[in-house]
């Protein structure tokens, strides 16, 4: 079943190509754009920055910021704070790359590292505040409320997993492997770094093609907008920004794209994760469910 879907894809595909050459280049163009004006100069540095503190194993001394809280949790895995700061600060998909790679370590299991991706790895708030808050609803919306409803259901789910694992050994201190990291050389980390960066370019163009060919007109507009909010993040936010909707609606549509940060970013994380074969079916479904209540929130507390 699998290898025909695969081969019925690659024909209409090719048909695509063919019939619609004009959509696709220019979305090809605004794929690889997006991805060496802001993707490159964003990321690539911050993964050759983890490669290298996983290397030198400095990822511990992040833990100091947090002493107070690890020292009324002794058992607490010191990497938590680490790949919670990361994730939370870096967004997609650094954070599941950190969480990979300590699940390979051994740091973390792999149901905790599941648990963790869904928790971790989110849009950056850097993002949100320039091109979301700023650039798209120009400052008409409150930043604290704005994180408030991001963020929530990730605060909920966090205090849902400890409970449902409590007394079982979740996010305890594990005896680590040797980091695979650690046996790196210098240039093995630089072209590891750029084969991620590389294949994150070749997802964005992908999917900034088939935004192309919904945004021509192909299909009717009540179909394309939603697939489109969920293709690509910053595509479908600005798509969903020109539609025809009250401030509420549009708000809590733009914070649901947000939120979910689209099936682009979902290929973004699978294969950063395809070494630790981390399951992409619970992340899916949680991050759809966490961005139905965030934009449920934000439009009832407007």
């Not at 998909?93 to 928790?119: A, C, H, N, R």
Request: charged share 10%; aromatic share 16%.
């Amino acid at each position: 079943m699998g290898k025909y879907f695969y081969q019925f894809c690659l024909i209409l595909t090719a048909f695509l190509l063919f019939l619609f050459p004009e959509q696709c280049v220019a979305g090809a163009k605004n794929g690889l754009l997006l991805w060496s004006g802001t993707i490159v100069p964003t990321l690539l540095p911050f993964f050759l920055l983890t490669n290298l503190m996983m290397k030198y194993q400095t990822v511990h001394y992040i833990s100091y910021l947090f002493y107070p809280l690890f020292k009324l949790f002794p058992w607490l895995n010191k990497d938590l704070a680490y790949t919670i700061l990361m994730g939370f600060l870096c967004g997609y998909p650094l954070g599941g790359k950190i969480i990979s790679d300590l699940v390979l370590s051994g740091s973390y299991t792999k149901k905790e590292g599941e648990s963790l991706l869904v928790l971790c790895n989110n849009v950056s708030p850097m993002f949100s505040i320039g091109f979301t808050l700023t650039l798209i609803l120009k400052g008409t919306l409150s930043v604290p409320l704005y994180f408030f409803c991001l963020y929530m259901p990730n605060l909920l789910y966090f205090i849902f997993i400890l409970w449902k694992f409590r007394g079982t050994g979740f996010l305890h201190v594990h005896q680590e492997h040797p980091r695979t990291a650690a046996i790196k050389s210098f240039d093995e980390i630089v072209f590891d770094s750029l084969k991620t960066i590389f294949t994150i370019g070749i997802f964005i163009m992908v999917f900034s093609i088939v935004s192309s060919l919904l945004q021509s007109g192909i299909l009717p507009s009540y179909i394309t907008a939603p697939v489109i909010g969920m293709l690509e993040i910053t595509t479908g936010i600005s798509h969903v920004s020109f539609l025809s909707l009250g401030f509420r609606q549009k708000a809590a549509a733009i914070l649901a794209v947000s939120s979910f940060g689209g099936l682009c970013s979902l290929a973004q994380v699978k294969s950063v994760c395809q070494k630790s074969q981390l399951s992409m079916k619970s992340y899916f479904i949680f991050k759809m469910i966490f961005a139905c209540i965030s934009s449920g929130m934000l439009f009832l507390f407007l």
